[in-house]
């Protein structure tokens, strides 16, 4: 049998056989008849869950963070234009002072020229 060389079909048998003996030996080992498989699936479930759980509460906390930035900005921008406001009324009063001021000159000239 030197030489013997297999077929297409007895490398396809050849093939098929061993197929079905990793999956016979793949059956006997399956996880879900392992006492113990049930724990361990309990566990990774509440590691799980509680991943879930804190990944949800980083986003609540982020969410909450963006929220007060938001709120300081809003703050800091009305307290410029709140300064800005007293900036032109105080520019107002005191042209206003000033008019008042060359008026009160001018009257008192015009009360000397007569």
């Given amino acids: 049998m030197k030489n013997y060389e297999p077929s297409f079909a007895n ?8 197929k079905k003996a990793q ?4 059956q006997a080992v399956d996880p879900a008849k392992d006492p113990k498989f049930a ?17 949800a509460e980083r986003k609540a906390a ?14 800091a921008e009305e307290a410029r ?10 520019k107002i ?8 001021a060359r008026d009160a000159k001018y009257a008192a000239r015009k009360a000397r020229q007569k």
Avoid at 81 to 90: F, I
């Fill in 11 to 18: 490398r396809l048998g050849t093939a098929a056989k061993a």
């Fill in 81 to 90: 234009v709140a300064e800005l406001a007293n900036a032109e009324q105080r």
């Fill in 23 to 26: 999956r016979a030996k793949a």
């Fill in 39 to 55: 724990e361990r699936q309990a566990l990774r479930q509440a590691q799980a869950a509680a991943r879930d759980v804190r990944a």
């Fill in 93 to 100: 009063d005191l042209a206003a002072e000033q008019k008042a």
């Fill in 62 to 75: 982020r969410i909450a963070e963006q929220a007060r930035k938001a709120e300081e900005q809003i703050a």
